[in-house]
Nanobody
Framework: QVQLVESGGGLVQDGYSLRLSCAAS????????MGWFRQAPGKERKFVAA????????YYTDSVKGRFTISRDNAKNTVYLQMNSLKPEDTAIYYC????????????????????WGQGTQVTVSS
Protein backbone atom coordinates (compact mmCIF):
# COMPACT_ATOMS: atom_id res chain seq x y z
CA GLN A 1 0.00 0.00 0.00
CA VAL A 2 1.15 3.55 -0.70
CA GLN A 3 0.16 6.72 1.10
CA LEU A 4 -0.15 9.99 -0.82
CA VAL A 5 -0.12 13.52 0.56
CA GLU A 6 -0.74 16.54 -1.67
CA SER A 7 0.43 20.06 -0.95
CA GLY A 8 0.89 23.38 -2.69
CA GLY A 9 -2.68 24.45 -3.26
CA GLY A 10 -3.93 27.92 -2.52
CA LEU A 11 -5.70 31.05 -3.72
CA VAL A 12 -4.21 32.86 -6.72
CA GLN A 13 -5.34 35.37 -9.30
CA ASP A 14 -6.14 34.66 -12.92
CA GLY A 15 -2.90 34.14 -14.87
CA TYR A 16 -0.73 33.21 -11.91
CA SER A 17 1.06 29.91 -11.25
CA LEU A 18 1.09 27.20 -8.61
CA ARG A 19 3.09 24.01 -8.18
CA LEU A 20 1.40 21.07 -6.53
CA SER A 21 3.40 18.29 -4.92
CA CYS A 22 2.37 14.78 -3.99
CA ALA A 23 4.63 12.90 -1.60
CA ALA A 24 4.37 9.13 -1.55
CA SER A 25 5.36 6.70 1.17
CA UNK A 26 4.95 3.05 1.95
CA UNK A 27 6.07 1.24 -1.18
CA UNK A 28 8.56 1.63 -4.02
CA UNK A 29 7.41 4.83 -5.70
CA UNK A 30 8.96 3.96 -9.05
CA UNK A 31 6.60 0.98 -9.36
CA UNK A 32 3.62 3.31 -9.74
CA UNK A 33 2.24 5.27 -12.63
CA MET A 34 0.96 8.56 -11.25
CA GLY A 35 -1.85 10.91 -12.12
CA TRP A 36 -3.54 14.13 -11.14
CA PHE A 37 -7.31 14.56 -11.10
CA ARG A 38 -9.51 17.45 -10.06
CA GLN A 39 -13.03 17.89 -8.80
CA ALA A 40 -14.92 21.15 -8.95
CA PRO A 41 -17.90 21.80 -6.66
CA GLY A 42 -20.93 19.81 -7.75
CA LYS A 43 -19.03 18.03 -10.52
CA GLU A 44 -17.43 14.63 -10.95
CA ARG A 45 -13.73 14.01 -10.55
CA LYS A 46 -11.89 14.45 -13.85
CA PHE A 47 -8.51 13.50 -15.24
CA VAL A 48 -5.90 16.25 -15.52
CA ALA A 49 -2.49 14.68 -16.21
CA ALA A 50 -0.59 11.41 -15.96
CA UNK A 51 3.01 10.28 -15.99
CA UNK A 52 4.59 6.88 -16.48
CA UNK A 53 6.70 5.06 -13.94
CA UNK A 54 9.94 6.15 -15.55
CA UNK A 55 8.76 9.71 -16.20
CA UNK A 56 9.31 9.35 -19.91
CA UNK A 57 5.68 9.54 -20.97
CA UNK A 58 3.06 12.09 -20.02
CA TYR A 59 -0.51 12.81 -21.03
CA TYR A 60 -2.81 15.77 -20.44
CA THR A 61 -6.43 16.61 -20.78
CA ASP A 62 -6.93 19.12 -23.60
CA SER A 63 -7.91 22.03 -21.38
CA VAL A 64 -4.52 22.11 -19.61
CA LYS A 65 -2.17 21.31 -22.49
CA GLY A 66 0.51 23.95 -22.80
CA ARG A 67 -0.24 25.32 -19.32
CA PHE A 68 0.31 22.40 -16.92
CA THR A 69 3.34 20.12 -16.63
CA ILE A 70 3.46 16.86 -14.71
CA SER A 71 6.82 15.54 -13.55
CA ARG A 72 8.22 13.15 -10.98
CA ASP A 73 11.34 12.64 -8.94
CA ASN A 74 11.61 8.97 -8.07
CA ALA A 75 14.53 9.65 -5.73
CA LYS A 76 12.28 11.95 -3.68
CA ASN A 77 9.12 9.83 -4.03
CA THR A 78 7.27 12.87 -5.31
CA VAL A 79 5.15 13.81 -8.29
CA TYR A 80 4.55 17.43 -9.24
CA LEU A 81 2.02 19.42 -11.19
CA GLN A 82 3.28 22.80 -12.38
CA MET A 83 0.28 24.93 -13.25
CA ASN A 84 0.88 28.12 -15.24
CA SER A 85 -1.55 30.68 -16.67
CA LEU A 86 -4.22 29.56 -14.24
CA LYS A 87 -7.84 30.34 -15.03
CA PRO A 88 -10.93 30.54 -12.83
CA GLU A 89 -12.18 27.33 -14.42
CA ASP A 90 -9.15 25.53 -12.96
CA THR A 91 -10.65 26.01 -9.51
CA ALA A 92 -11.08 22.60 -7.91
CA ILE A 93 -9.76 20.16 -5.37
CA TYR A 94 -6.74 18.46 -6.92
CA TYR A 95 -5.99 14.82 -6.12
CA CYS A 96 -2.98 12.72 -6.93
CA UNK A 97 -3.33 9.01 -7.53
CA UNK A 98 -1.07 5.99 -7.88
CA UNK A 99 -1.48 2.87 -9.99
CA UNK A 100 0.87 -0.11 -9.62
CA UNK A 101 2.18 -0.75 -13.11
CA UNK A 102 4.09 -3.54 -14.75
CA UNK A 103 5.07 -1.39 -17.70
CA UNK A 104 7.54 1.43 -17.06
CA UNK A 105 6.26 3.52 -19.97
CA UNK A 106 2.50 3.22 -19.48
CA UNK A 107 0.38 6.25 -18.63
CA UNK A 108 -2.99 5.78 -16.96
CA UNK A 109 -5.86 8.16 -17.57
CA UNK A 110 -8.89 6.33 -16.19
CA UNK A 111 -10.06 7.13 -12.70
CA UNK A 112 -11.06 3.51 -12.02
CA UNK A 113 -7.55 2.21 -12.77
CA UNK A 114 -5.95 4.00 -9.85
CA UNK A 115 -5.70 2.12 -6.58
CA UNK A 116 -4.49 4.83 -4.23
CA TRP A 117 -5.56 8.43 -3.71
CA GLY A 118 -4.44 11.40 -1.67
CA GLN A 119 -6.75 13.58 0.38
CA GLY A 120 -6.67 16.47 -2.09
CA THR A 121 -5.52 20.08 -2.06
CA GLN A 122 -7.71 23.06 -2.88
CA VAL A 123 -6.81 25.34 -5.77
CA THR A 124 -8.84 28.53 -6.16
CA VAL A 125 -8.28 30.95 -9.03
CA SER A 126 -9.96 34.33 -8.75
CA SER A 127 -10.84 36.50 -11.73
Amino acid sequence: QVQLVESGGGLVQDGYSLRLSCAASGRTFSNYAMGWFRQAPGKERKFVAAISRNGGNTYYTDSVKGRFTISRDNAKNTVYLQMNSLKPEDTAIYYCAADPQVYATAVVTLHKEYDYWGQGTQVTVSS
